[in-house]
């Protein structure tokens, strides 16, 4: 029902197949594909845009009376999806698209877990856990806002997060693509496809090397640490590398100038003058360290040194 209702709207994937199991999908190539193809073209009118989501009378009135802020869009897209599967309308115009989303499983994006789970896997108190524990309640408060069912809207906003795409410049140029968001995903620089937009409107996916039938036709996040991956899409790679084989991973590190022995307080609310954390009343220095190299941790190292300084030779 949905191939044949995105058929419909125009759109064509001439050497594409659609591969099931379950709620899953994959797709694959079903004829040679060549370097510069254009494997997929989906029209604007069957693209699920900000504008066409506002559109819509209740998602617009649910958004101008809960007066949030709109996210890039994230949040009239996850409102009009919310909405979709609240009412259970299944003479909607987009009612094939919505229901095939409905279907998809987001358990792995981490503010969709159970609290105990979050704390087992990621700690209580790590950057990542509390990243996570700030989404949840972010999205929970756009749901009570909005008045729609928590549940139901944090499975809409982790679809819309992990599946829109950019398709303009412009604070609300993102985009649901219905067949686009079928794709599997893989490291950056070994998917298929790029995506482009032409200026009329056109969402097109263009082939960057030769595929041979069978062949797994993917996309990509972009080149991420494993832990964007995780927060935002609900997967990581086994081996997270670039193509020169280095680390694309991260870790965020926290220290707490303020709280150590010997800190110079004068000198850290210089430099540092955050109100303080709430899980520990003291400021929070957190500096990314990316695993490929070692510059950053030494930057975070010469701060911290100047931060917890006594005396000016230290300094």
Not at 144 to 166: I, K, N, Q, W, Y
Not at 229 to 241: D, I, K, T, W
Not at 290 to 300: F, H, M, S, V
């Amino acid at each position: 029902r949905f191939l044949e209702w995105l058929a419909a709207r125009g759109a064509r994937w001439p050497k594409l197949g659609v591969i099931s199991e379950g709620t899953e999908h994959s797709v694959v190539a079903t004829a040679p594909i060549q370097k510069g193809d254009v494997v997929l073209e989906v029209p604007g009118p069957a693209l699920l845009t900000v504008a066409t989501a506002l559109r819509h009378p209740r998602v617009k009135c649910m958004t101008e009376t809960a007066g949030r802020d709109a996210n890039q869009g994230n949040l009239a897209l996850a409102a009009f999806l919310a909405q979709n599967h609240v009412d259970d309308d299944d003479d909607d115009d987009w009612a094939p698209y919505v229901d095939l989303l409905r279907s998809k499983s987001v358990e792995g994006v981490p503010h969709r877990w159970d609290p105990s789970k979050l704390d087992h896997l990621l700690g209580r108190s790590t950057p990542l856990a509390l990243e996570a524990r700030d989404r949840r309640t972010a999205v929970f408060e756009d749901a009570d806002a909005l008045g729609v069912p928590r549940e139901t809207f944090s499975h809409a906003e982790a679809l819309v997060v992990s599946r829109a795409f950019v398709t303009g410049p412009g604070r609300f140029s993102r985009a649901m693509v219905p067949f686009a968001d079928l794709l599997q995903t893989a490291r950056h620089h070994e998917r298929l496809v790029d995506f482009e937009c032409t200026r009329a409107g056109t969402f097109r996916m263009i082939a960057r090397r030769d595929a041979a039938v069978g062949d797994a036709v993917t996309d990509s996040y972009g080149a991420k640490p494993n832990s964007r991956y995780l927060l935002n899409y609900g997967f990581c790679f086994e081996s997270n590398v670039d193509e020169s084989g280095a680390s694309l991973d991260d870790c965020a590190v926290r220290v707490d100038p303020l709280g150590d022995a010997g800190a110079n307080e004068a000198i850290a609310r210089r430099f540092w003058p955050l109100q303080p954390v709430e899980e520990t009343g003291s400021r929070i220095l957190q500096a990314t360290v990316k695993a490929a190299g070692d510059d950053d941790l030494e930057r975070l190292l010469s701060i911290y040194g100047v931060l917890t300084a006594t005396t000016p030779a230290e300094i």
